[in-house]
């Protein structure tokens, strides 16, 4: 299967967001488990880096990023992502060249905690919970 991950869920895993981090790396981990492709727009990786480094430091940004190379493939974001984009999750630019790069490489699911994004296409969309359940992946939040 190829999932896409959004930045939010991405941004979750990097800086250990409370309440957050634990579904959003459970789901991570499941898709190496069960040797899913994993991929991300490749404009999520200037956007943690960019929130990453004003939240935490330069080297942990690149950090952040590396890891996210290692584990994931970049979708391309070309002249018909960014066109198609201005037609798709308005009034975010952003969230619409994810959904254009979703299509463009035929992703089968994105992972994502935005609620109100993704609905208009015909790709499933799941927050990381929905996901590990419909896995059937089973949470342990060890002390």
């Known amino acids: 299967m190829k999932v896409l991950f959004d930045t939010n869920v991405w941004l979750d895993i990097v800086l250990g967001r409370e309440g957050f981090y634990l579904d959003s790396f459970m789901a991570l981990v499941d898709c190496l488990d ?13 956007d943690v ?12 940004a690149y950090e952040a990023v590396g890891k996210m190379l290692e584990l994931a493939r970049a979708l391309t974001v070309d002249d018909w992502v960014c066109r198609k984009a201005v037609k798709l ?8 060249i994810v959904a ?3 299509l463009s490489d035929e992703v089968d699911c994105i992972v994502t905690r935005d609620a109100a ?3 208009n ?5 799941y927050t990381p919970t929905e ?5 059937g992946v089973e949470v342990i939040d060890l002390p």
């Open 34 to 46: 069960e040797s899913d492709e994993i991929c991300m727009a490749a404009t999520s990786l200037k």
């Open 49 to 60: 880096f960019f929130i990453v480094e004003r939240m935490e430091s330069a080297e942990v």
């Open 89 to 96: 999750e308005r009034p975010d630019y952003e969230d619409g």
């Open 100 to 102: 254009a790069a979703a």
């Open 117 to 119: 994004a993704f609905q």
């Open 121 to 125: 296409l015909n790709i499933r969309r």
């Open 131 to 135: 996901f590990i359940k419909e896995r």
